[in-house]
């Protein structure tokens, strides 16, 4: 008996350890120097600009001519989208880019919110920062930074921006918006040193939120907005005091989810699966494998050779919206793959696609976008940031239609303080820009949850 009671205890002291020491671990990182060559003798400039969005008449003729020049290749017949962008509906796309897309308009729409850079480790570094203009007596602005993805861009978060910064309910909170680029990505400097990964861009962004006087702020991502925001509260979790994702896969697979694996299909209610969980999730071998190998050519190419395909869509700005383009289709729902037109305007206006698509082709930033999948799958899938878990109070928007679903057991294996998670009705991969009213319900109601919490612990803003 007192053998036993021995060994209780002792197994009891060791989980106790492993909790504490899980607790304390923190990701840990350094400054480091992006820009060309060397770094100067002399002191970091801080200097913050303003900055517009700007097509040249050349640049523009140009884009024109290449277009003028494309070389069609016939799809196969009744191969709709599963062969990639289906040839008969890029035509219809290219022709309305070339004939009616009015870019000038469009430019204007994006100088609506005031752009601005700022140098960071040696690289220009693009933002916008959208301030509310009204604020509720006796209340603040609460601080958001939201980061995009690929082959997303700051765009994407343009029908989400008014939501927040402008709420029409007067029991919304009113947020201040920054919305980074990643570095590499539309009108951010690429870095020009190898080894630039997720952790190294939210170490810039703590940065710059920090240079524009932001003590403590909540942070939104999706797809690699998703890592970096993540790193961002595993970097400095006294900080960032809110993280909402809507996109979370798994990043080190436990025994809770290889037991929900194998018997969550028989046994739902064991783990919390819902109906949802169970037809996103089940048949396993079809739902989680064949279904990520059908959408994941592409992460390979650019984790292991990017600048070799990249060089080929940095000159064709048909390939290059063929390219981006067909992401916005499946990755929106895999069932468009059957469709002709790829159901691109069933979710999205060719207008919003195509800025989106000129933000890459005038700014020239494929290839870069594309090496952030090398830097960070290049260094393995075990880096530091993939065992430490979140402790920072996290909300998860949980849309049917993303890529990889994730179900709240799998999410809470990560991110320990899971505050809200919210099944939505719709919405796929690129939630923000497609259900920019269900993603600012969500993050207002994840942002009113956690600050109730800590109000009632007696922790103030």
């Known amino acids: 008996m007192f053998t036993e009671v021995l060994v209780a205890l002792a197994i009891g002291g060791l989980i106790l350890f492993l909790v504490r020491r899980s607790r304390t671990q923190a990701l840990k990182t350094e400054d480091g120097w992006w820009g060309a060559g060397l770094p100067p003798g002399s002191g970091e400039d801080i200097t913050v600009r303003p900055f517009q969005v700007a097509t040249s008449d050349e640049e523009l003729e140009d884009l024109y001519r290449r277009i003028d020049q494309t070389r ?66 006796g209340s603040a602005a609460v601080p958001l930074i939201m980061v995009h993805g690929w082959p997303g861009s700051f765009y994407e978060f343009y029908g989400l921006i008014p939501l927040l910064t402008e709420p029409s309910d007067p029991q919304d909170l009113v947020f201040e918006v920054v919305c980074p680029s990643i570095p590499g990505y539309g009108f951010s400097e690429a870095p020009h040193k190898k080894g630039f990964d997720s952790v190294c861009a939210a170490h810039i962004f703590h940065k710059l939120m920090k240079r524009l006087g932001f003590q403590k702020f909540y942070a939104h991502g999706g797809d690699w907005g998703w890592l970096v925001t993540t790193n961002m509260a595993q970097l400095e ?28 299909r028989r046994f739902p209610k064991m783990f919390g699966f819902s109906d949802m969980d169970v037809q996103r999730l089940f048949p396993c071998m079809e739902k989680l494998v064949v279904e990520s190998i059908k959408e994941s050519g ?15 869509l940095n000159d064709s700005p048909v390939g290059l919206a063929a390219y981006i383009l067909e992401k916005f289709s499946t990755w929106t729902s895999r069932d468009f793959r059957n469709l002709e037109d790829g159901g691109l305007t069933r979710k999205f206006s060719l207008d919003d696609l195509l800025t989106n698509v000129m933000i890459y082709w005038t700014s020239g930033c494929i290839v870069p976008s594309m090496r952030f999948y090398k830097e960070n799958f290049g260094k393995g899938l075990n880096q530091p940031h993939s065992k430490i878990p979140v402790y920072v109070p996290t909300g998860f928007a949980c849309f049917p239609n993303e890529l990889i679903h994730t179900p709240k057991l799998w999410v809470e294996q990560k991110y320990r303080k899971l505050v809200t998670f919210t099944p939505m009705a719709h919405g796929g991969h690129f939630a923000a820009m497609e259900e920019p009213q269900l993603m600012a319900e969500d993050i207002q ?17």
């Open 72 to 137: 069609p290749v016939p799809s196969l017949e009744d191969s709709q989208f599963n062969y990639g962008f289906n040839s008969q509906s890029l035509h219809k796309v290219v022709s309305y880019w070339r004939n009616d897309f009015d870019w000038r308009r469009h430019v204007d729409k994006l100088n609506r919110y005031p752009h601005f850079k700022t140098n960071i480790e040696g690289i220009d570094i693009h933002y916008l920062h959208v301030k509310p203009k009204k604020v509720p007596e």
């Open 237 to 264: 979790p006294g900080i960032v005091k809110g993280l909402h994702v809507n996109f979370a896969p798994p990043s080190k697979p436990g025994l809770p989810m290889a037991l929900s694996i194998m018997l969550g």
């Open 298 to 312: 592409y992460m390979h190419i650019q984790a292991t050779k990017p600048d070799t395909v990249g060089r080929g």
């Open 445 to 461: 109601n994840f942002t009113k949850t956690q600050m109730a919490e800590l109000h009632e612990s007696g922790i103030q803003w």
